[in-house]
């Protein structure tokens, strides 16, 4: 057996291959079988349109059954896996698939007319289709193929996915991350998190995210267990499958429309073993409400995209709120000092640092980012602002950069302020994250508009307006206010506390 991480999980798949994998809220199955088949198939098909090992392909389409089994025949043709939002707006798209040059592109049967001119732009050498309901040419084309493939060897420091994160400054950065990194982190939480060959994971999360593909669906495959599969959150679905779920996880999010809802009482989790929650911070006072309603301690832990896991909450212990637990095992974190990079006392407050199997191997094609963020030691500077208690625990205080972390996805203020800056009667703008009750953080827009007599007739509309032309949805303002001056540091720097502070109310409690 190679160091591909799908032979490392396939090795752990039930003996019966009619074992569930996946179950559609229409009861629909897909069993375990039903995973190697058509994962073969499909690796069979990118296979012979040319993809070799290291190849990329990237994908943008809904969440069903088969863009698993595309991520996992991904996996087995050796090929690099490039998961995209499928909120991402054409012009967006056409920069990843520039960037990555990936030999097939795979979009929605709804979006191909839109994408095509993109993807021939980008000199792709191949668009297909594949809809949420498992339609498209994709499944058409490897539907007569033979399913039996021999998974490609891959050793564990080859690439096995690239995962596009914001920068504070220019453009999108592509994490490249290994079989390794994907199959240290998976072991360690399913271990650590006590995963039963009876378990069965709610899944409500995306998965062209890290914690709804390499946490969640990894996890369950290296269980060799089922999970529930839901398009989206659901309040609804939720409680209808909670009964016949044992483990969920979760954004913050999730956790405060359930606490919303007057089903969220102790019968009906009582069938549920444990809840996660990561993403975005959770808040104490979601954590003790979620006790008191349920009897049930969420499991906070701490992530990125380019270390996967990196702490946790113990399973066994005090789950306290507002901290992210412990060090993983083998991951080692240390607090240092943002400038000098050396460790502060301990207790202290500074940047978390982060080294171990699960830190990817840098940026795509960006070597110069990679060793500003990589040390040479092997540290990741995560940007994050924490200290560790005398108990061992991390605690999360705040960013080192202006990132918004918005219902569990990144937002980064400069992407945001670029759109804003370019309409017409706006001077400058500053993004901020301010606390909301639903999403944790809320896009918020803080715009410095030209007098009027100068053509200043802007308005919260036009602001929004454009955003959602060029950007995700989850990146538009949820808030725009109007100043006439910028607070500003003697640098001449804008001075974003200073705007989360006035306008941390702004969404109430």
């Known amino acids: 057996m190679t160091d591909n991480f799908f032979d490392i999980v396939a090795a752990r798949f039930p003996a019966d291959a009619d074992t569930s994998f996946i179950e559609l809220e229409s009861g629909r199955r897909y069993s375990y079988g039903d995973l190697m088949e058509i994962s073969g198939r499909y690796a069979r098909l990118l296979t012979g349109l040319g993809v070799a090992k290291g190849d990329r392909v990237a994908v943008q389409v809904e969440k069903s ?214 993403s975005a911070p959770l808040l104490a006072d979601t954590h003790r409400e979620f006790r008191e309603r349920t009897g049930h301690a969420i499991l906070e832990r701490y992530g990125m995209t380019e270390t996967g896991m990196l702490t946790s909450n113990p399973l066994d212990g005090d789950r306290i709120p507002g901290t992210v637990g412990f060090p993983l095992p083998k991951v080692s974190v240390r607090v240092a000092d943002e400038k000098t990079g050396e460790p502060v006392p301990d207790g202290d407050v500074g940047v978390l640092e982060v080294k171990g199997p699960n830190v990817f191997s840098g940026y795509w094609r960006m070597p110069e980012k990679t060793a500003q963020e990589i040390r040479p030691g092997g540290w990741f500077i995560t940007g994050d602002v924490g200290r560790i208690d005398a108990r061992g625990y991390v605690h999360i205080i705040g960013r080192a950069k202006d990132l918004v972390i918005s219902g569990g996805f990144n937002v980064y203020p400069k992407e945001v302020e670029t759109v804003i800056d370019a309409i017409d009667g706006v001077v400058e703008s500053a993004v901020i994250g301010i606390p909301h009750p639903d999403f944790g953080e809320a896009v918020m827009a803080v715009v410095l508009k030209r007098p009027r007599r100068a053509g200043g007739t802007v308005d919260e509309a036009a602001v929004i307006g454009a955003c959602k032309e060029q950007l995700a949805n989850f990146k538009v303002p949820k808030a725009v206010a109007f100043v006439d001056e910028l607070p500003r540091n003697a640098m001449g720097k804008v001075q974003k506390a200073l705007l989360r502070e006035t306008y941390k109310d702004r969404f109430g409690r």
Request: charged share 15%; hydrophobic share 50%.
């Open 65 to 278: 059954p088969e863009a698993v089994f595309l991520y996992l025949a991904c996996l087995r043709a050796g090929a690099a896996y490039l998961p995209l939002n499928t909120a991402y707006t054409k012009a967006e798209v056409g920069y990843f698939l520039g960037d990555a040059e990936p030999k097939v592109f795979v979009c929605t049967p709804a979006s191909e007319a839109a994408l095509a001119e993109t993807a021939r732009a980008a000199g792709v050498g191949a668009l297909l289709t594949l809809g949420g309901d498992g339609d498209g040419s994709l499944a058409e084309r490897a539907a007569g193929l033979d399913p039996a493939f021999d998974t490609v060897p891959c050793a564990a420091d080859d690439l096995a996915a690239i995962l596009y994160t914001s920068g504070t400054t220019g453009r999108s950065k592509g994490a490249m991350l290994s079989h390794r990194n994907l199959s240290s982190n998976a072991a360690t939480l399913h271990r650590i998190w006590g995963f039963r060959p009876d378990d069965v994971l709610l899944h409500a999360l995306p998965i062209f995210h890290t914690h709804g593909l390499f946490v969640a669906t990894n996890c369950v495959l290296m269980n060799g267990s089922g999970m529930l599969f839901l398009p989206r959150f659901d309040a609804d679905a939720v409680f209808r499958l909670l009964p016949r779920a044992t483990v969920m996880m979760g954004v913050p999010t999730f956790y405060t429309r359930l606490l919303a809802d007057p089903r969220l009482t102790p019968a009906a989790a009582a069938h549920m073993r444990l809840f996660i929650s990561g």
